[in-house]
């Protein structure tokens, strides 16, 4: 098929994830041996919180939004990841069900590593059990940072947080284009979207940001660095 990837490259890619950086490259040629593809089409969902959680994914190709959904069918994003990623490792490890909606934000190709053939490979490697576990504990960090960002910091902070975190990749010095909608980052920081329109309005007229249909152009950010750290 067209849209598989190869066994060397998922081998690659799992060398960047930081839960297989501790296996030798026969290990990972033994663990891709194990795995089965699947593709999905962008807005697929690829689970739902309460599903049963067997499997455990290796993003391949493409980026997956992980949320949560709410009231009223209000969403919270909680992470948009991409290839070379794990997607589902918390349901797998404990047997129970998905804690979160993951869909694909992109045309996408996963990777399928089912529990008894994870937890099997894990019970003989210590040193793998250990990086996962340094892996679980970052997540479980970043999960406590953003609680404190929602209970403590007031709207603009949060929003330049979001902003910044999107633009980080992007060459210093380059006004960073985003294809977020106002929608999209209300979900992300737990605040309204008319409230970010009128927090984008306000940083648009002070030359901050660029606000059309489709972009949001980052043009000052060292000023919204400094409002991310002032709040």
């Known amino acids: 098929m067209a849209n598989e990837v190869t066994s060397q490259e998922i081998a690659r890619l799992l060398g960047k994830c930081l839960l297989f950086q501790a296996l030798g ?37 493409g980026s997956v939004r992980v949320s949560l959904p709410g009231p009223k069918g209000k969403v919270v994003i909680l992470a948009d990841i991409g290839a070379g990623e794990l997607l589902g490792e918390v349901a797998l490890l404990d047997g129970k069900e998905r804690s979160a909606d993951a869909t694909a934000l992109t045309n996408c190709t996963v990777a399928v590593l089912e529990r008894r053939d994870v937890v099997a490979f894990l019970e003989d490697r210590p040193r793998a059990c250990l990086k996962l576990l340094e892996l679980m504990c970052a997540r479980l960090r970043k999960s406590d940072e953003r609680m404190a960002e929602i209970a403590f910091f007031e709207l603009p902070a949060r929003l330049a947080k979001v902003l910044l975190d999107r633009s980080c990749a992007l060459p210093s010095g380059a006004a960073a284009k985003l ?36 972009w949001i152009s980052v043009l000052q950010r060292d000023t919204l660095t400094s409002m991310a750290n002032y709040f």
């Open 25 to 61: 490259e026969e290990e990972r040629h033994s663990l891709v041996a194990r795995m089965r593809q699947r593709t999905f089409k962008s807005r697929d969902p690829i689970f739902h919180v309460g599903a049963p959680g067997q499997s455990m994914l290796v993003i391949l190709k």
């Open 179 to 214: 294809s977020l909608s106002q929608s999209e980052l209300a979900n992300m920081i737990n605040a309204s979207r008319e409230n970010v329109n009128r927090c984008l309005r306000d940083w648009q007229r002070r030359g901050i940001v660029s606000v059309d249909e489709r």
